[in-house]
């Protein structure tokens, strides 16, 4: 699909506000918030990828989805499992390394935080990676289904759904890994970027803009950034998070994706260089900076100097994303346009069915 610059940028802003948090989480305690942008986008990105290969072709090819998704983000993640194989040899706890390594590989790191299943390790960060794979084993097939029949209104009262059962949760005293680490708890943000991925954000925009005098001033790029920053510095891990903290964050992270396709200075902002780079490297530094901020927690220099410290093993987790990036990921993402979808023959011999895409 075209790429949109700002969207980069939105990356690097979710990566950014993570980073934060894992950091220096006592400064930015809703830091969390990052994952939730990370979230919408990939609802957003494979809901627009799908439904532009069914508009081009009438139906899904599984095989071409999961070979550009292996591509996407395998390679990276195997440099990190050889990184933890090798550290495993020197390292006192080598087989919680090498379970929580498994564990990952399995994508099952959201459910083993979430009822503290197995050791994770320097690894727990990788439960949103499996959240996202969960994802992706289930929505396109889902997709097929409700695309046909009201795509919009599945995925928004899923959504609603969700948030739902998680304030239930909440309410009944349900512990915060839990509900934050599970799939079926946390989960409405990539339905909300489904949603968007149906409807299209232009359209969005056009549908909002017409709201009156409060259209306009909603698509302004002040207020979802004046909420994005209260949600980072105002409602920390826990209860508060649980009850309606993530619902805030899904909308909000939606509310910014729409802005930021916008011809705003927001938009001029995420497109400059440096955003795009870092939201395009995002994948390798999420990988990259927790690891390396837990190993470097394990080594104490005292006073001023620990931040100075905590900077510099940021700064080297970027460099290693970057390096990732340009010799890892990048030879396996040029591989990756033999699996686009491609026109057949016939291929618009559904096209009633696109009608009611957005029902």
Excluded at 335 to 349: D, V
Aim: hydrophobic share 50%.
């Amino acid at each position: 699909m075209d790429r949109r610059l700002s969207l980069d940028g939105l990356r690097a802003v979710a990566v950014l506000v993570v980073v934060s948090y894992h950091a220096a989480g006592r400064f930015f305690p809703g830091g969390w918030s990052g994952v939730d942008v990370f979230f919408v986008l990939s609802g957003f990105l494979i809901t627009t990828v799908l439904r532009r290969e069914i508009e081009k072709n009438g139906r899904i090819s599984f095989a071409r989805f999961y070979a550009r998704r292996a591509l996407r983000l395998a390679p990276a993640l195997a440099f990190l499992f050889l990184f933890e194989a090798v550290r495993s040899i020197f390292a006192s706890n080598a087989s919680e390394v090498l379970e929580a390594t498994l564990v990952t590989a399995g994508y099952f790191m959201n459910w083993s935080r979430s009822f503290q299943l197995f050791p994770q390790d320097i690894l727990g960060h990788t439960w949103s990676l499996s959240a996202e794979e969960q994802f992706y084993l289930i929505w396109p097939f889902a997709f097929a289904f409700v695309f046909r029949t009201g795509a919009v209104k599945w995925a928004l009262t899923a959504a609603a759904a969700v948030a739902a059962w998680r304030t239930a949760l909440a309410f009944a005293g349900t512990g915060t890994n839990r509900i934050y680490n599970g799939f079926d708890t946390h989960c409405d943000g990539l339905l909300v970027g489904c949603a968007l991925g149906f409807l299209g954000a232009e359209a969005c925009r056009e549908k909002i803009g017409g709201w009156g005098r409060l259209g306009p001033q909603l698509l302004r790029p002040s207020p979802p950034i004046a909420l994005l920053a209260a949600i980072v510095l105002l409602i920390p891990y826990g209860a508060a998070m649980n009850a309606y903290g993530l619902t805030l964050a899904a909308g909000c992270s939606g509310w910014l994706l729409i802005v930021a396709h916008g011809r705003n200075w927001l938009s001029r902002l995420l497109s400059l260089s440096p955003f795009v780079y870092t939201g395009r490297i995002s994948y390798g530094w999420y990988l990259w900076h927790y690891p390396m901020l837990s190993l470097a927690h394990e080594i104490r220099v005292g006073g001023w100097r620990q931040h100075l410290f905590t900077v510099a093993v940021i700064a080297g987790s970027y460099a290693v994303a970057a390096l990732s990036y340009a010799y890892v990921e990048r030879p396996f993402l040029m591989r990756r346009g033999q699996f686009e979808a491609k026109p057949e023959a016939g291929a618009f011999a559904d096209a009633p069915i696109l009608q009611t895409a957005a029902a």
